[in-house]
């Protein structure tokens, strides 16, 4: 590691070095010149520090930007159990299918009764919406669609 930092330090010029570069610089520009190019080196690094400040400015603002807008996505997007069940009215039941599983009236998902009661509330992980667990004694199955209840649906 001190290889590549002496290394790396040893194209920096010293004092001794920066001295030779200042009277060669003396030499071909004349005493004349050095408070124009310090002047033009001042407005350089202004304007450089300038830039800069404003680019900061920037990502500071696009950074507090978008921690709002983030926010207020998060806000919108958490409801707790009681919002989502107040801003749906009534619950419906789910079905039973075929093999003892669960199906969410709001779409195809399934879950598995455990130790579930009937009336337990349940949160379709599709949609975010709940459902109660029916009750198995007054629901008939639901063993999916089939052709007497495609026919009936077409008549």
């Known amino acids: ?21 200042l009277l060669v610089f003396l030499l071909l520009f004349g005493s004349s010149k050095i408070p124009e ?20 400015h920037e990502i500071k603002a696009i950074t507090e930007q978008t921690r709002e807008e983030i ?17 749906e009215g009534k619950l419906l039941e789910g079905t039973f299918t075929g093999d003892g599983r669960i199906r969410s009236p709001h779409s195809d998902f399934t879950i598995e009764p455990g130790e579930r009661q009937p009336g337990d509330r349940i949160f379709d992980a599709n949609t975010g919406k709940a459902f109660l667990i029916p009750d198995p004694l007054n629901v008939a199955e639901d063993h999916g669609p089939t052709e007497d209840k495609d026919k009936a649906a077409q008549a």
């Open 1 to 21: 590691m001190e290889i590549i930092f002496s290394s790396f330090f040893s194209f920096i010029p010293g004092g001794t070095e920066w001295v030779v570069i």
């Open 71 to 87: 926010e207020t996505a998060r806000q919108e997007l958490i409801r707790t159990p009681a919002e989502i069940i107040s801003s």
């Open 37 to 56: 190019f310090a002047r033009g080196l001042g407005k350089a690094l202004r304007e450089f520090q300038k830039a800069k400040s404003e680019f900061d």
